[in-house]
Nanobody, 111 residues
């Protein structure tokens, strides 16, 4: 059974940082594309970062330069470093690979 478990969410003030983790079990992430998505209240889920098996990354303009996705194949874990957070970054963050989603991690940015 494949499971993706996100952790590291929380509440921070604008300008703060968080590091999200996505631990995968039941399959190897080696060679697979992994994505982080977020869903803000009342909005559609959107991709905020992806990383290929070779380590190439992609970000939308809204988070480019602030978010960093990385992977540790030995730990079967993908990370998302969130820096210079803004209130509009608030939402539930999900990791995704193949056809599997995690349960999500809440990130709230508020003063």
């Amino acid at each position: 059974q494949v499971r993706l478990v996100e952790s590291g969410g929380g509440s921070v003030q604008p300008g703060g940082s968080l590091r999200l983790s996505c631990a995968v079990s039941g399959m190897s992430i080696s060679g697979r594309v992994i994505g982080w998505h977020r869903q803000a209240p009342g909005k559609l889920r959107e991709l905020v970062a992806s990383i290929t098996g070779g380590g190439s990354t992609n970000y939308p303009d809204s988070v480019k330069g602030r978010f960093i996705i990385s992977r540790d194949n030995a730990k079967n874990t993908v990370y998302l470093q969130l820096n210079s957070l803004k209130p509009e970054d608030t939402g539930v963050y999900y990791c995704y690979t193949v056809a599997y989603w995690g349960q999500g991690a809440q990130v709230t940015v508020s003063s």
